[in-house]
C-alpha cells in the first residue's frame, strides 16, 4: 500500500503539470481568438512574429545552452529573400513563408558547423560575426533596397483562393501559422531529441558518454532553431509588407535575446510572453521616444534581480505558493 501510496504521489504533480498546460493552452486559443476584438490586428501580429521568434531562438539558448548573438542573420536573412521570392518572382503566400524557412535553414547549417565549435562567449562572437557580414550584403546587395529597405511585398492569396489583403483574414492565417509551430516546437522539445539536447545542455561530457554525438545534436538544435527564425522573418515580411535593415542589424539579435531571458530561458511560453512584453511597451511606450530603452532597460534589471527565472517562472512559483495555501 505505501509503495502504491508513493507512486501516487510521483504521478500527482505530473498529472497536474498537464492539467496546468492544458489550461494555459486553451487560454491562449481563446486570447487569439477572440484578441482583434479587443486590440489592433496588426499589433497582435507582430508579437506573433517576434514570439515566435523568441521561441525559435529558446531551442538553442534555453533547452539547448547555446548564446548566440547572431540570430538576426536568419530572421532578416530570411525575410529578405522570401520578400524579394513574393515582390519580384510573384511567390504565392505559403510558397513565400516556406522560402524564408529554408533560406533560414541554409544559413543555419552554414554558421552552424563553425559557431557549434566553440562554447560560451566565442561561439557568441563567431554568430556575431557572421551576421555582420549579412548584414552588410543586406546593405549592398541591389535587390534589398539598401538603407530604404525591400518595400511593397504582396501578401497575394493563399493557395490562389484566400485574399490575405484583408486585415481579419491575414490574422486569422498568421495565428493558425503561429499556433501550428508552437505545438511543433513543443513536440521537439518532449522528443527524444529534445531530450537529448536538455542531456547536452546540462553536462556534455556525460551526454557524450552516454553515446550522443554531441556536435550532431548541437548543429540539428542550431538549424531547427535558424528555420524557425527564417519562418518568424517571412511572417513578419508577409505582415508588414516591408523588410528594413534592422531586421539583420545586431541590435535584432540582442532583442530577441532579451525576449527569451524576460520570459523565462527554458520554458515553453516564457519566450511568448517575453516578446508579447517587449512589443507592447515598444508600442504603447513609443510617445516617450528615446525613453522606451531606458524604461525597457530599468524593467529588464528588475526583473533579473526579483525573477531571475523569467516571467514565466515567477508567475509559476506565485501559482504553486497560491494554491498551497
Not at 92 to 97: D, F, G, I, R, T
Not at 148 to 156: A, H, T
Not at 261 to 276: D, E, F, M, S
Request: aromatic content about 12%; charged content about 10%; overall charge positive.
Amino acid at each position: 500500500m505505501s509503495d502504491l501510496a508513493a507512486t501516487a504521489n510521483s504521478q500527482a504533480p505530473t498529472a497536474s503539470r498537464k492539467a496546468g498546460g492544458i489550461v494555459l493552452a486553451g487560454l491562449g486559443l481563446l486570447l487569439l481568438i477572440t484578441g482583434p476584438w479587443f486590440f489592433y490586428p496588426g499589433f497582435l501580429m507582430k508579437a506573433m512574429c517576434f514570439a515566435l521568434f523568441a521561441s525559435a531562438y529558446n531551442l538553442i539558448f534555453g533547452f539547448g545552452g547555446l548564446l548566440s548573438f547572431g540570430h538576426a542573420a536568419f530572421f532578416g536573412g530570411g525575410a529578405y529573400v522570401a520578400g524579394h521570392a513574393a515582390k519580384v518572382w510573384g511567390f504565392p503566400p505559403e510558397l513565400m513563408l516556406l522560402t524564408g524557412a529554408v533560406v533560414g535553414m541554409l544559413l543555419g547549417a552554414l554558421f552552424g558547423v563553425f559557431a557549434i565549435r566553440r562554447q560560451g562567449i566565442y561561439l557568441a562572437m563567431v554568430t556575431l560575426a557572421f551576421a555582420q557580414m549579412v548584414y552588410f550584403l543586406a546593405l549592398r546587395a541591389p535587390f534589398t533596397g539598401g538603407e530604404d529597405g525591400l518595400q511593397g511585398i504582396p501578401r497575394g492569396h493563399l493557395f490562389g483562393l484566400i485574399d490575405l489583403n484583408d486585415m481579419d483574414t491575414m490574422y486569422y492565417f498568421l495565428a493558425t501559422v503561429f499556433v501550428l509551430v508552437v505545438m511543433l516546437i513543443v513536440r521537439i522539445v518532449n522528443s527524444p531529441f529534445g531530450q537529448a539536447l536538455k542531456a547536452v545542455r546540462d553536462n556534455e561530457l556525460r551526454a557524450a558518454s552516454l553515446g550522443y554525438d554531441v556536435n550532431m545534436v548541437k548543429l540539428q538544435a542550431f538549424v531547427l532553431s535558424a528555420m524557425l527564425s527564417g519562418l518568424a522573418g517571412a511572417m513578419k515580411a508577409l505582415v508588414f509588407q516591408l523588410v528594413a535593415l534592422s531586421d539583420v542589424h545586431w541590435m535584432m539579435s540582442g532583442e530577441v535575446v532579451l525576449m527569451t531571458l524576460l520570459g523565462g530561458a527554458g520554458t515553453l511560453i516564457g519566450p511568448i510572453i517575453g516578446a508579447t512584453a517587449i512589443v507592447t511597451m515598444q508600442n504603447y511606450l513609443a510617445g516617450f521616444g528615446s525613453w522606451v530603452m531606458m524604461i525597457q532597460g530599468a524593467i529588464f534589471v528588475l526583473c533579473v534581480l526579483l525573477l531571475r527565472g523569467g516571467i514565466a517562472r515567477g508567475l509559476a512559483s506565485l501559482w504553486a505558493l497560491v494554491r498551497n495555501r
